[in-house]
């Protein structure tokens, strides 16, 4: 069965600084990998996803991602937040029909 | 863009109580899911649906929980006695295929039902 861990439950950055979150998933075939985020008050969002090619993938609002097969790893970059980016941030994977979620890293951004 | 409308926004219900939540998927859309999340925690696949009958659940979904498509438009989840422990955001799903190789293009989420138990 998939699995989905994150290592950062909370984060604090102030505006402009470089913004890396840990996402490692487990799963024993072939995997698309996800990165959600929810801002608060509102749904959850696709911010980008891999399923194949480029394992750099570059999603909305300035967010990429870099799936790297050996290390069983999504993480997540931006290398510079604004206060706007203040949000839970989640990664999921999907093997088989359903999509598995990680526990979600809340990002705080000092204005 | 097309959207998942999920309604109510929010629902305040007494335990014991039995609770619908309602979504309508996209239109072209063949299968249907529900997500919840407990305040705090993460986001937990509840139910898959497709073709008229539950194609998986977990382990949460048991006999209080189920799922209808009544009309070919509606997606509801029934919570047949509610408990405190069922507060929670419930998400609905839908998406297009299963197909592998576009992965979850057409997996689109719904704004969430916040239910809330007393």
Known sequence: AQSVSQHNHHVILSEAASLELGCNYSYGGTVNLFWYVQYPGQHLQLLLKYFSGDPLVKGIKGFEAEFIKSKFSFNLRKPSVQWSDTAEYFCAVKGDDKIIFGKGTRLHILP | ?118
């Not at chain 2, 072209?28 to 659940?57: A, C, D, M, P, T």
């Not at chain 2, 209080?64 to 009309?71: L, M, N, Y």
């Not at chain 2, 422990?85 to 998406?95: G, K, L, P, V």
């Open chain 2, 1 to 118: 863009e097309p959207e998942v409308t999920q309604t109510p926004s929010h629902q305040v219900t007494q335990m014991g109580q039995e609770v619908i939540l309602r979504c309508v998927p996209i239109s072209n859309h063949l299968y249907f899911y529900w997500y919840r999340q407990i305040l705090g925690q993460k986001v937990e696949f509840l139910v898959s649906f497709y073709n008229n009958e539950i194609s998986e659940k977990s382990e949460i979904f048991d006999d209080q929980f189920s799922v209808e498509r009544p009309d070919g438009s509606n997606f509801t989840l029934k919570i047949r006695s509610t408990k405190l422990e069922d507060s929670a955001m419930y998400f609905c799903a839908s998406r297009s295929t299963l197909d592998q190789g576009q992965g979850a293009k057409g997996y689109t989420f719904g704004s969430g039902t916040r239910l809330t138990v007393v």
